[in-house]
């Protein structure tokens, strides 16, 4: 049970390039900030509170963390179209979730940063060449290079994964 709460909808396997595949993953990129959004509706504080499993993030965290991290997937991508197999930075997300900007009332700052950050990279993924997906951005930390298509797949099981925690959350506690 641990292994569902953790990885709700499973762990990201990469996908072979395709139009209709690119076209499903820049949609889940797309409607992410309303999915985040629709997820925490109507949840009071002491929800908001509230790890999305034993030894997880609260919700109030989750929101922030994925913000964060998608503040860094647009930075990324961004580099690796304009810079040549660059390096992208790593961050630690752990202490990241510590920070005092994730206790920022109400949640909703985030949210709407979601929906800024998301609206303009939405644009930038609509407009990447079939050639372009195939560059190549290198992380330093885990050693592994990643194309930007990987990079697409991965933010977008990213935004699936993190609202389900949530919508898991909100249906094993009646909420």
Request: hydrophobic share 35%; proline share 6%; aromatic share 12%.
């Amino acid at each position: 049970m641990e292994t569902s709460l953790q990885y709700p909808i499973g762990k990201y396997e990469p996908k072979p390039y395709s139009e209709a595949q690119k076209k499903e993953w820049i949609n889940d990129i797309n409607w992410l900030p309303a999915d985040i959004e629709n997820s925490v509706l109507n949840l009071d504080e002491a929800q908001l509170q509230t790890p999305y499993r034993p030894g997880g993030w609260t919700v109030h965290q989750l929101v922030h963390h994925v913000s964060d991290s998608h503040l860094n997937a647009f930075c990324r991508f961004k580099i690796g179209l304009t810079e040549d197999n660059p390096n992208i930075r790593p961050y630690d997300q752990e202490r990241w979730a510590l920070l005092k900007d994730t206790e920022l009332q109400p949640i909703n700052i985030s949210i709407t940063l979601l929906f800024a950050l998301h609206k303009k990279w939405v644009t930038i993924l609509e407009n990447i060449s079939d050639e372009e997906w195939n560059r190549k951005v290198f992380h330093p930390e885990t050693k592994q290079e990643m194309s930007l298509w990987y990079l697409l797949g991965s933010y977008a099981w990213h935004g699936r994964h993190h609202t389900q925690h949530i919508l898991g959350l909100r249906e094993r506690n009646n909420w």
